[in-house]
């Protein structure tokens, strides 16, 4: 199932089901050379690219859940207090918008949600398991160009994960 986050935030995330599986979060091609200019020579030619309504989309962020509704709610809805930006427990995918966007977490909620409901779609693929969602994502992470995991990302190099890793922390504000 793939559908525009600005969907899923509409319709409080009513076609995702409780259950695990994995995911995908796919960019507009216009949005992504500014967004990620900050990380440097990212390899566009290496990113997984699809047509979505007739609009070329990039795969840019890959993960896991234990239960997908949840986990949507989590990375589209999430609210940037600053106990979960100072805790850590902000999404890795919100912390590493706000910094490729060059907001402080803090003050960047609104920024983000912006950005995410004008340029992504959210896919997803249920599977029976946890265990199979972690055996699917350790594959995926180490054949294809994922440039915003750093966690398990054996294909993008580590100086863009480096990169990426130093913005999180310069703005986790």
Known sequence: MIKSVKELRDEKFAAVCTQSGIYKWWFR??????LLKPLGNV???QLLHKKVKGEVFYAL???????CRERAAWHIAQHHTPSSV?????????????????KNMTKSESAVN???DENCYWEWEY???REKALTIESSELCKNYYPLNIQGNKVVPREIKRKLSQLRKKYQK
């Not at 091609?29 to 500014?34: F, L």
């Not at 962020?61 to 239960?67: D, E, L, P």
């Not at 100072?86 to 060059?102: F, I, N, Q």
């Open 29 to 34: 091609e216009s949005a992504i050379d500014s």
């Open 43 to 45: 390899n566009k030619k």
């Open 61 to 67: 962020y890959f993960g896991i859940a234990n239960n």
């Open 86 to 102: 100072k805790s850590g427990y902000l999404s890795t995918l919100r912390r590493t918008l706000s910094a490729l966007l060059g």
């Open 114 to 116: 912006k950005f995410m």
């Open 127 to 129: 599977t029976t398991n």
